[in-house]
C-alpha cells in the first residue's frame, strides 16, 4: 500500500482514551495559589518535568475548573507533590469542595512566592507561571521552579487505574 492509500481510522472516542489514560500511573499533586486573586488550589495528575535549564515543569489546567481565573490572575503557584497518606487531601482538592474546607484540612506555610506550600508535601516546587498554552479544553501553564522543599522521609503516591497506591523507597522494600 502506498503513502497515498492509507486507511482512515476511526476518531477515538473521549472515553475510550480515558481509559487508555488511566493505564497511565502518575504523581498526584495539589497545585496551589495565593494573590490578589485570592486563594485556590486543585489536584492534578497531569504535572511533567519540561527542562531543567531553566527548571521548568508544566500543569495542565481545565479552564472549566472553579479555580481557573485564580490562576490566571495570580502568575504564581506552587506545585505540592502528595506522599503516601495524603488520599483525603487529594480527593478534598479534586472538585466541588468550598476552599476553604480544602485549605482547612492541612497545615501551609509560604515562601516568597506566596503560594501555600502543604507541610509534609513529599516536594514542593515554588514557581512563577512563564508561559501559557491552550490545547483544547485545557491551558498548559509552564512553571519556572523558583525555589523547592523536599522532604526525603516520606514515601510516595500515585494515581493509576483510577485509584490510590503507594510508592515505597527503595530501602523501605
Ligand atoms: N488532566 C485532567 O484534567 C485530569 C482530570 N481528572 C479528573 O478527575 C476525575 C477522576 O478521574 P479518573 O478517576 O482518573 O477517571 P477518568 O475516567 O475521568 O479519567 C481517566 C484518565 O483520563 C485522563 N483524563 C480524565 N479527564 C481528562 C480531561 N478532562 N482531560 C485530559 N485528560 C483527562 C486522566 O489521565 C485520567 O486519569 C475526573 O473528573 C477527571 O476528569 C483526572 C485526571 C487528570
Ligand atoms: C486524581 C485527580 C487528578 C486530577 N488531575 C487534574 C489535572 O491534571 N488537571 C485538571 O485540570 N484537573 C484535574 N483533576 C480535577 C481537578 O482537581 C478539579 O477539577 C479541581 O479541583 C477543580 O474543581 P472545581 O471546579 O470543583 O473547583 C484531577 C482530579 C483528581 C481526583
Not at 508544566?58 to 506545585?79: E, K, M, T
Request: hydrophobic share 45%; aromatic share 8%.
Amino acid at each position: 500500500m502506498s503513502v497515498h492509500e492509507l486507511p482512515v481510522l476511526p476518531a477515538v472516542e473521549r472515553d475510550a482514551f480515558r481509559n487508555a489514560m488511566a493505564c497511565l500511573g502518575a504523581a498526584v499533586n495539589i497545585i496551589t495559589t495565593a494573590g490578589p486573586a485570592g486563594r485556590a488550589g486543585f489536584t492534578a495528575s497531569a504535572v511533567c518535568s519540561v527542562t531543567d535549564s531553566p527548571p521548568t515543569l508544566l500543569v495542565c489546567l481545565n479552564r472549566s475548573a472553579s479555580v481557573w481565573p485564580i490562576f490566571r490572575d495570580n502568575g504564581y503557584l506552587c506545585v505540592n507533590t502528595l506522599a503516601a497518606g495524603h488520599e483525603e487531601l487529594s480527593t478534598l482538592f479534586g472538585g466541588k469542595t468550598p476552599m476553604a474546607e480544602r485549605f482547612a484540612a492541612a497545615d501551609w506555610h509560604t515562601l516568597a512566592s506566596g503560594s501555600p506550600l502543604l507541610d509534609g508535601a513529599l516536594v514542593s516546587f515554588d514557581c512563577k507561571v512563564a508561559q501559557v498554552v491552550s490545547v483544547g479544553t485545557h491551558d498548559i501553564l509552564f512553571c519556572e521552579v523558583q525555589a523547592l522543599v523536599r522532604n526525603d522521609e516520606t514515601h510516595g503516591l500515585a494515581w493509576f487505574d483510577r485509584g490510590y497506591h503507594h510508592l515505597l523507597r527503595q530501602d523501605a522494600r
